[in-house]
């Protein structure tokens, strides 16, 4: 028979260790006030984590054309929109062209600012712009000159990419290190800092070089966050909790929008984002140190002062003996070396685990590169890039949340592949409905960044449960790492467009069919036990698992 304790909760099996989450259901409480203010405490440093993406609006392509020497254009301070400019350069369907125009006659005949005739041009041959006229000044590209040179400006975005990789281990070091406090700490300081210096670049590759040190020393920034949020939430609450904490980040990008929308030129921007994050200094006599890392560095006098701290603030209790199992528990025992299990002969010796080793990293390709990319060419959707932006962030929110909703209700696989597969035909019917039935247009660009939001809360979980205990966190490094590949190549589809306009929706279309065609060959995990043997992982979606919930 069940123990049950006072109150009505069932009690902990006695053989079985006590650990945190046993605590937090049975005593501190899973969710209570204490959580709720460290979801609080880290809404700037989430929100400033997605000003990274800033790069979409100071590093836009604007509109620009040749310089026409012959009418007195002298340099790029120049009116864009000469009333003679047709004279001089060919239209295409976005106006006037803006890398070529019509050679020049020769002689002597020379028109001014005022009057430019087309006798002056050969208007059956064209040339290449020897100089540029912008029709504005908000982006690197007015600065810094780079006009038609589409490549080395989408660069900006591929570096924050790589250094978002780059960060990766850095953050985990310092985290596992020195603390998760430090570690939110100093990626916020970093993030700001380097981003208010790039606001002063006098050249490009100043600015890219500051772009990727930025970056790489910053970008921890959200993974910090989340596991100071998340670490301390019971078990029932960490589904709810996570898409509340990307929602978050899906309202920073909206300020970023609206912060870029009202702040110009791009340096100004620049400075007004990342201003406010030195305000995270204070947090060093804020925030508490993780419970769990405190625990594992065998800190246990802190551990157990933030533990009373949590029962107060919770209005619970935790009992000195509660206490003792924690601080006592026993430690996992450290295998030698030849004793540990080969994670790559485990791969080639299964045939079910090397399919998802080939599988899952497809997934989170087409997700983060479905995800950024429609984020990134919102830009293009009509005259106001920044609504556009601001209303593919906002759409990610109820996507994040429908996840949370209907997981548990269809299952992993359905919630995965029907996200995978809505995105692609919402991408594909955008790249074929007419230009101007723009509200239709616009409905389906936000489906399809409502779907992939689904597709990112899920993605998660899902391939968590496909994988071992033994294996679990190197496959799902693994498939997140190889994932980025998505957020480097995103912020290049923009250019694509010069190709062919649906150019990068039928990419996004295309890798959306082929993710929600390999969601289907892998095994539903709804209501089965996280597996910890290998034999276990190979056995879900064959065998009825025990381990369902009654």
Not at 39 to 64: D, K, W
Not at 167 to 191: C, E, H, Q, W
């Amino acid at each position: 028979m069940m123990n049950v304790r006072a109150g009505g909760k069932p009690a902990a099996d006695p053989d079985k260790p006590v650990d945190l989450d046993d605590v937090l259901a049975n005593e501190l409480g899973q969710f209570g006030y204490f959580q709720l203010r460290n979801i609080i405490l880290v809404i700037i440093p989430i929100m400033m984590s997605s000003f990274m993406s800033e790069y979409v609006f100071s590093a836009a392509a604007i509109p620009h054309r040749c310089q026409i020497p012959e009418c007195g254009e002298e340099n790029m301070f120049q009116e864009y929109n000469q009333n003679w400019i047709s004279n001089a350069a060919p239209k295409t369907g976005y106006g006037v062209s803006y890398c070529t125009r019509y050679a020049p006659q020769g002689g002597n005949m020379y028109g001014s600012l005022e009057y430019c005739p087309a006798n002056l041009f050969n208007m059956n041959k064209t040339i290449a712009c020897e100089g540029y006229v912008y029709a504005n000044n908000n982006s690197v590209v007015y600065d810094f000159d780079l006009g038609c040179q589409d490549w080395l400006r989408a660069l900006a975005g591929t570096l924050n990419s790589a250094g978002i990789l780059l960060a990766m281990p850095i953050t985990g070091y310092v985290s596992d290190r020195y603390g998760r406090k430090l570690a939110l700490v100093v990626s916020v300081f970093n993030l700001s800092l380097f981003g208010l210096i790039r606001a002063f670049s006098t050249n490009y590759l100043m600015y890219l070089i500051l772009q990727i040190v930025q970056t790489t020393l910053g970008a921890g920034t959200f993974s910090s966050a989340y596991i100071f949020a998340a670490e301390l939430v019971g078990p029932k609450y960490r589904v709810a909790v996570s898409a509340t904490l990307s929602s978050i980040f899906a309202l920073g990008e909206v300020i970023l929008g609206t912060i870029a929308w009202l702040v110009q030129p791009w340096r100004y921007m620049l400075i007004a984002l990342h201003v406010p994050g030195f305000l995270v200094i204070l947090y060093c006599g804020v925030l508490s140190e993780s419970v769990r890392w405190l625990l594992s560095k065998k800190k246990y006098d802190e551990a157990r002062k933030i533990l009373e701290n949590v029962a107060r603030i919770n209005k619970t209790r935790i009992s000195n003996k509660s206490i003792e199992a924690l601080i006592n528990m026993p430690q996992q025992p450290i295998l030698e070396k030849e004793g540990k299990p080969n994670l790559f002969r485990a791969i080639i010796s299964s045939p079910i685990l090397l399919r998802r080793v080939l599988t899952t990293p497809v997934w989170w390709i087409t997700t983060i590169f479905v995800y950024y990319g429609l984020s990134i060419n919102s830009a293009h959707l009509s005259e106001t890039m920044y609504l556009n932006f601001i209303l593919t962030c906002i759409i990610e929110i109820p996507g994040f949340y429908t996840a949370v909703l209907v997981m548990d209700r269809t299952g992993r696989k359905l919630t995965l592949s029907s996200g995978f597969f809505f995105s692609a035909v919402c991408n594909i019917a955008f790249v074929f409905i007419p230009y101007n039935l723009s509200i239709i247009r616009l409905v389906f660009f936000l489906l399809g960044k409502f779907s992939i939001s689904m597709v990112m809360t899920s993605l998660y979980l899902y391939t968590s449960e496909l994988y071992p205990t033994e294996y679990r966190h190197s496959l799902l490094a693994f498939s997140s790492m190889i994932g980025r590949i998505g957020a480097i190549t995103a912020p290049l589809t923009p250019v694509l467009m010069s190709y062919w306009h649906g150019t990068p929706c039928m990419m996004f279309a295309t890798m959306g069919v082929l993710s929600g065609l390999l969601v289907l060959s892998q095994p539903e995990t709804l209501g089965t036990k996280m597996p910890d043997t290998l034999a276990e992982a190979e056995a879900l979606g064959r065998t009825v698992d025990l381990g369902r919930a009654s």
